[in-house]
């Protein structure tokens, strides 16, 4: 090999390339800095220095350094994979057909944070009937995806306090396997607060995935999460907890975890739970609160109703507690020691999504599959694009009897067509954040949750970072 000194020019497309947009520097410390590539999801480790120059443009590179840019460029590793791949696929492509079934508007705990108006939206007053399920097995007839492969998530309220619909659905769905080979994953997120006769066994043979709504110990979740005549939940639900995984391996279990304080600690909640050996996976997500006097301090009730999105709620008026972003790192400094040891742990999901991303070169069509490949059905026969929006009702997109008959682009709209998330480095594994969060923030689904916007980002920067430590932990 001859060493030579001479500088080769970028090409015309890396000439353009801008940190933030086409790149992102990632410091990680002692370890260097990581250089993580947008259109593709390669990330290339380089020393802090040059992270530093990258920082301010490709041009601060040296004459050596640009060339091995372009020897880069050469093999391929910096082609833009993904904006022509995001350009040719449709929504459904390599998605199943997922379903939340908001079973009622009943709920017996008065959580903090609560999306739903304890459980109602405000309007749902009934249990989901027979007639809903029939609407739901028709729909699901109809909208299947390729893979032939449907997800229920059974929502509500509280979904255990409409047991027997859960089991007529999964008996149905024993039906629709063998006469249509359509085949079912079943999640559930519950309080588990009540744990019905033959819900256990119903569980194990249909391998569901148990997602329980808890905070952490006691302290964080008998805060957070009290029942509506204001004692404390967190031993009754441990104890059906310990009920559900005594069978052994047949369920999936989930912690969701919820943020919105941080005394104790997020890492202090999640090892406190992490101790207990029950649950495989967790699922941590920064509650929306009232702003201010949550750290610490006990969370006030929000309402996070916008009144139209040509007045929108003035900023900040309910936004996720900006701590939630310094508890999260000092969370995935701990992570890699959490696997192992006899323990059943095998992440944390929103973790494991990225690095799987990161190590298959994935990338999100959207941020949801809502309006796309995602709806939520309830017992008033509403079709809702997102189950968190089930109280505004100028959103539904269709009813159990007529299908879907409303304009759902907003949802699915790809987000190279953004004007600001098309911007973003970002932008492939976020997917243009949460349209409930955009909503509350700004009163319009495109709008952008700057704080919503600023966790995507920083999510993706610690799981960029930790890659440079993986190795030798
Ligand atoms: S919502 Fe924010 S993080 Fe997500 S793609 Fe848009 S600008 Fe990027
Ligand atoms: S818009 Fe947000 S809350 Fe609604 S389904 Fe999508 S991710 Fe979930």
Redo the contacts with the bound molecule.
Sequence with gaps: MTATHAREPLSEPLMSWHHGRDYKVVHAGPSGSMVFLAGNHRVFMTTTELGHRLEQGLDRMTATEAQEWVALDRSGLLKDTHRSRLASSRYEDGANLAL?INLTGACNLACTYCFAQGGDYGRIYKKMDIQTVDYIFEFIRKHVTRSRKVRFEFFGGEPLLNFPIIQEICERSDRIKNEEGISFINRISTNLTVLPDDAVSLFHARNFIVSVSIDGGPATHNQNRPTKSGKDSFAGIMANCMKVREPGDGVTMVARMTVVSSIPSLVENVLELHRLNIFDYFQIYPGVTSPGGTCGGKPELVQLKPANASSPPAKHEATMNMEFLSQLAELIKIYPSMFGNGNRFRGVLEYERIVEMLLEGKMALG????GGT?FTFSPDDSIM?????VGETQFQVGTGATGLTGDTSD?TLPVDTHPICSQCWDRYVCGGN????NYIATGSLRGINEDTCRYQQDLLEQVVGSLATADSQ
């Excluded at 694009?385 to 929006?389: G, T």
């Excluded at 949460?434 to 969060?437: I, M, V």
């Design positions: 939340n941020f949801c599959g809502g995602y694009p997102c189950h968190r929006l949802w949460c349209r409930q969060e």
